[in-house]
C-alpha cells in the first residue's frame, strides 16, 4: 500500500501561484511514477502531468504545459506541482497518483494506470 496525501491548495487570483506537495508513506516511493490529475465540478477526471521514477521524464497537458511544473525529491518521498499564471479554469480538486509496473522512464496519462490516489486539494482561483 502506498498512502498520498496532498497539501498546498488554496485561494488565488487569476495570474497567481501555487505549489502543491504530494507527500507519500508505505513503499518505495521511487518505484512509482506520479501523476497530479484534478476534477472540476460537473466535469470528469483529467490528466494534469506525470513524471517518471527518478524524474528525468516529464509530460503534461495541453491546457497546463509552459505554467504548471511537476518535480520530485525521491529522499523526502514528495511530488511537486508548481502551478503558475493561474486561470479561473484551474479550478479544481488536484490529486495525486502513484503507478506502479514501469520502468525508469516510465509516465502515464491514463488514471485507469494508477494504483493509489491521495484524497485531494482545492484549488480555486478567482477572476
Known amino acids: 500500500q502506498v498512502q498520498l496525501v496532498e497539501s498546498g491548495g488554496g485561494l488565488v487570483q487569476t495570474g497567481g501561484s501555487l505549489r502543491l506537495s504530494c507527500a507519500a508513506s508505505?513503499?518505495?516511493?521511487?518505484?512509482?511514477?506520479m501523476g497530479w490529475f484534478r476534477q472540476a465540478p460537473g466535469k470528469e477526471r483529467e490528466f494534469v502531468a506525470t513524471i517518471s521514477r527518478v524524474g528525468r521524464t516529464t509530460r503534461y497537458a495541453d491546457s497546463v504545459n509552459g505554467r504548471f511544473t511537476i518535480s520530485r525529491d525521491n529522499a523526502k518521498n514528495t511530488v511537486y506541482l508548481q502551478m503558475n499564471s493561474l486561470k479561473p479554469e484551474d479550478t479544481a480538486v488536484y490529486y495525486c497518483a502513484a503507478a506502479g509496473g514501469g520502468g525508469f522512464s516510465y509516465t502515464a496519462r491514463n488514471h485507469g494506470d494508477y494504483d493509489y490516489w491521495g484524497q485531494g486539494t482545492q484549488v480555486t482561483v478567482s477572476s
Open positions: 508505505g513503499r518505495t516511493f521511487s518505484n512509482y511514477a
